[in-house]
């Protein structure tokens, strides 16, 4: 069954680093997200990308975050300078048309920021 | 911002009896609405949805039952299985929005054999 891979499983990085997260979505889907999970929080949405370009995104995703789908497959989120309050897990998901909100997560990349 | 409310952190039901978890929002605008079910260390996987112009939806042992007027659902499970303990999240969207789903906080469910 095909599915949304991410790495890394968990990155440990120093404040004030750049980061970036990689997923590789499900290959004919079109719209992609990233969401994130501070611990013992709710699921937030941080931005969507679709055509190319950003379609939506949140009072999270600051000028410190950028999204980008380098070439045909793989889908990142970049944070620039990380902070303390940035650790989290982060989740990719895409899905193939936009009429329904049945998105395909992955496994979410754990950020500790120090 | 508590547009979607999951009043419940977490509910222990008994095996083969009934799971019944609850949801509650505030945005009328609010068309679509999923329940999706995480496991430890897994992102979380989508269960059962429901369209603002139905009432009921049913798949297997899943039930989700819509109350618009009280802006209300509910995931019933019938009967509970060990293999359904995990954590419940309850999400709502708008169609024509970019799928953007605002979450509840979770109810971890714990099904005693």
């Avoid at chain 1, 370009?53 to 889908?75: A, H, L, M, T, Y």
């Avoid at chain 2, 068309?31 to 079910?37: C, N, R, S, T």
């Amino acid at each position: 069954e095909p599915e949304v891979t991410q790495t890394p499983s968990h990155q440990v990085t120093q404040m004030g680093q750049e980061v970036i997260l990689r997923c590789v979505p499900i290959s004919n889907h079109l719209y992609f997200y990233w969401y994130r999970q501070i611990l013992g929080q709710k699921v937030e949405f941080l931005v969507s990308f679709y055509n190319n370009e950003i379609s939506e995104k949140s009072e999270i995703f600051d000028d410190q975050f950028s999204v980008e789908r380098p070439d045909g497959s793989n889908f990142t989120l970049k944070i620039r300078s990380t902070k303390l309050e940035d650790s989290a897990m982060y989740f990719c998901a895409s899905i193939r048309t936009s009429n329904t909100g049945e998105l395909f997560f992955g496994e979410g990349s754990r950020l500790t920021v120090l | 911002d508590q547009q979607v409310k999951q009043n419940s952190p977490s509910l222990s039901v008994q095996e083969g009896r009934i799971s019944i978890l609850n949801c509650d929002y505030t945005n009328s605008m609010f068309d679509y609405f999923l329940w999706y079910k995480k496991y430890p260390a897994e992102g979380p996987t989508f269960l059962i949805s429901i369209s603002s112009i139905k009432d009921k939806n049913e798949d297997g042992r899943f039930t989700v039952f819509l109350n618009k007027s009280a802006k209300h659902l509910s995931l019933h499970i019938v009967p509970s299985q060990p293999g359904d303990s995990a954590v419940y999240f309850c999400a709502a969207s708008v169609i024509q929005g970019a799928q953007k789903l605002v979450f509840g906080q979770g109810t971890r469910l714990t099904i005693n054999p």
